[in-house]
C-alpha cells in the first residue's frame, strides 16, 4: 500500500489501514486530499527563468537558470555523492513564488528535517511514498501534471524510454520543475529531459582553511565535480567544481585547491634560486 503525508506531522500519515482498492487508486486520493489544501494555481508565464540555487550552476545552462515545466536530470553513482542535494535546491528555487514540492519516495530515505535546513518550507512539502515501481511513476505524473505542484523530486532507478516521455509531458502541461536522480549508469541512455548533469565526488585532501591570492581554499565539507552531459538547445560539456558545506549549509564555487602539494616545494625553490640569482 502506498502512503501519503504531509512532512511536519507523522500523524497525518493516509491511509492508516489498508483498502482493497487498487493501490494507485488509494495514492490519488491522498495527493487529491493533500494538494486540495491549496487553492492557488501558477501563474501562465513561460519567459520566467529561475536559478538552480547555485550561480555556478546557472552559468553552465545556456539560459542561465530554469523554467518551469522543464525536467532536470542528475546523474551519480555514490551515495552522498551531492546530486540529491543540489537537485533539492533546484526543486527549493522553483518553489520560491509559491507552489507545493512534492517528493516521491520510494525508498523511503528523504528525511524532511533535513531538507529543512537547506532552506525548504515543510509548509509546502508533500512526501509520497509508493510501495511499487508502478505506482511511483504514476505518483510522479500525477505530481507533475497538477497545477498547485510547483516541484517533482524523485530517485528513479530505472526508468524506460516511454516512461521518462510521460514523466516529461506531464512536467510540461503542468509547468512543472521535475527533478529526477538517476544512476550513473543511465547516461548511455536515451533522455527526455531538458538538462541532464553527473555528479563526480572529488576526493581530495583539504588543507586548513586558509586564504590563497584572495580566495578561500575548501578545507571541509563534500567536494563535488558537476558537468553537463546533455542540454536541449545548447551546447554540453561545461564543468564546475563544487564545495557542499553541510554544516553551514552552503554550495560555493570560490575556493581554490592544489591537488598537488608538491608544487609549494617546488615554487620555494623557484624563489631560492630567484633570490640566489639577484644576489650574484
Known amino acids: 500500500m502506498s502512503s501519503v503525508f504531509r512532512s511536519e506531522s507523522a500523524d497525518l500519515s493516509w491511509p492508516k489501514q489498508p483498502v482493497p482498492r487498487d493501490g494507485r487508486d488509494q495514492l490519488v486520493d491522498g495527493l487529491r486530499q493533500q494538494l486540495g489544501r491549496w487553492g492557488a494555481t501558477k501563474e501562465d508565464d ?21 523554467r518551469p515545466g522543464m525536467m532536470i536530470e542528475w546523474l551519480s553513482s555514490l551515495s552522498g555523492s551531492g546530486a540529491a542535494t543540489l537537485g533539492l535546491l533546484c526543486a527549493r528555487e522553483a518553489c520560491r513564488e509559491g507552489g507545493v514540492l512534492v517528493v516521491v519516495d520510494r525508498s523511503q530515505t528523504f528525511y524532511p528535517p533535513a531538507a529543512a535546513t537547506w532552506g525548504v518550507d515543510l509548509e509546502r512539502l508533500i512526501v509520497v511514498r509508493p510501495k511499487t515501481v508502478r505506482d511511483e511513476l504514476w505518483a510522479a505524473v500525477q505530481a507533475l501534471h497538477s497545477p498547485v ?40 541512455q536515451p533522455t527526455w529531459a531538458n538538462v541532464r548533469l553527473e555528479v563526480s565526488p572529488w576526493s581530495a585532501v583539504c588543507s586548513p582553511l586558509h586564504e ?15 558537468g553537463l552531459v546533455h542540454c536541449r538547445g545548447g551546447r554540453e560539456g ?19 585547491y592544489d591537488p598537488h602539494p608538491l608544487r609549494v616545494v617546488t615554487d620555494l625553490a623557484d624563489s631560492a634560486s630567484r633570490s640566489r640569482s639577484a644576489g650574484a
Do not use: Y
Open 46 to 66: 513561460e519567459a520566467t527563468i529561475f536559478s538552480c540555487g547555485v550561480m555556478a550552476l546557472d552559468r553552465l545552462l545556456p539560459e542561465g537558470g530554469l
Open 149 to 188: 505542484v510547483a516541484a517533482m523530486w524523485g530517485k528513479f532507478e530505472r526508468l524506460e524510454s516511454r516512461a521518462f516521455r510521460r514523466l516529461q509531458l506531464a512536467a510540461e502541461a503542468g509547468r512543472t520543475l521535475g527533478v529526477l536522480l538517476r544512476p550513473a549508469a543511465a547516461r548511455g
Open 212 to 226: 590563497k591570492n584572495g580566495q578561500r581554499t575548501a578545507n571541509q565539507g563534500r567536494l563535488a565535480q558537476v
Open 238 to 256: 561545461g564543468s564546475v567544481t563544487l564545495e557542499i558545506d553541510d554544516v553551514a549549509h552552503t554550495v560555493q564555487s570560490d575556493f581554490t
